[in-house]
C-alpha cells in the first residue's frame, strides 16, 4: 500500500486555546487535562501505532502467562498513556462491538473491550485476550495538522497460531499535558469482501 503524509499549517482560528498558553502543561480549571501546543511529526504517530501494537501483544502475553487480572491492570495502564481519556471522551469505535455498546466514548468502554469481565459490557470478551503474538500497521496516509494528526489504514495481527488478521484501522492524535500523543479517535473495522 503507497502511503503519504500530508502537514497543514495551523490556522490562527482553528488553534486549540491551549495553542496561545505557555507551552507548559495547559489545564481548563476543571478535572480534565487539555492538549499543550507543539506540532506532531510523522515520526511520533508511526512510533505512536507501533506502541501500540506492543501494547496489544505485551496485554495478550501477560492473560496468557499472569491470568486475566493481571492483563487487565497492564490494559488500564495503556488505556492511561496511550488513550486521551484523561482529557475527556474519546472516539472509539473497536472492530467487533453490538449495539447499542458499538462506540466506547469512556475509559471502562475501552477496557471492557480489550480485556472482558465487565457486567456492565456482558459481551465483550476481551479483544486483547486473543493470544497475539505480532502486530504491524500500514499507513494509507497521515495527516498533520499542527497539534492533531489522523492516520488511516490497515493493522495486522497474528495470534499465536499464526493465523493473521487484518482491520482497518483509523486514528486520531493530539498532544497530550504530558507532552505524548495521545489517542483520541480510534475507529476499527473489518475489510468489506463480497462474500
Known amino acids: 500500500m503507497k502511503s503519504f503524509t500530508i502537514r497543514c499549517a495551523a490556522a490562527t482560528a482553528l488553534l486549540p486555546l491551549a495553542a496561545f498558553v505557555s507551552p507548559a502543561v495547559a489545564h481548563d480549571h476543571g478535572s480534565k487535562a487539555t492538549a499543550i501546543y507543539a506540532p506532531i511529526t510523522e515520526s511520533e504517530v508511526k512510533a505512536a501505532q507501533k506502541a501500540w501494537c506492543g501494547a496489544l501483544v505485551a496485554i495478550a502475553t501477560e492473560f496468557d ?58 459481551k465483550d470478551t476481551g479483544f486483547a485476550l486473543k493470544g497475539w503474538r505480532q502486530c504491524e500497521p500500514e499507513n494509507a496516509g497521515i495527516v498533520i495538522t499542527g ?49
Open 65 to 122: 502467562t499472569k491470568g486475566q487480572s493481571a492483563a487487565k491492570t497492564l490494559a488500564g495502564q495503556v488505556l492511561d498513556s496511550a488513550y486521551g481519556y484523561a482529557m475527556g471522551p474519546v472516539l472509539f469505535k473497536p472492530t467487533l462491538t453490538v449495539v447499542p455498546q458499538t462506540f466506547r466514548t469512556t475509559r471502562d468502554g475501552a477496557l471492557a473491550y480489550f480485556v472482558g469481565g465487565d457486567p456492565a459490557y456482558s
Open 147 to 195: 497539534n492533531s494528526a489522523i492516520s488511516m489504514g490497515n493493522v495486522s495481527m497474528w495470534d499465536s497460531k499464526g493465523a493473521m488478521t487484518k482491520v482497518d484501522k483509523t486514528w486520531g492524535y493530539v498532544r497530550g499535558a504530558d507532552g505524548n500523543l495521545k489517542i483520541v479517535l480510534h475507529h476499527s473495522s473489518l475489510p468489506y469482501t463480497t462474500k
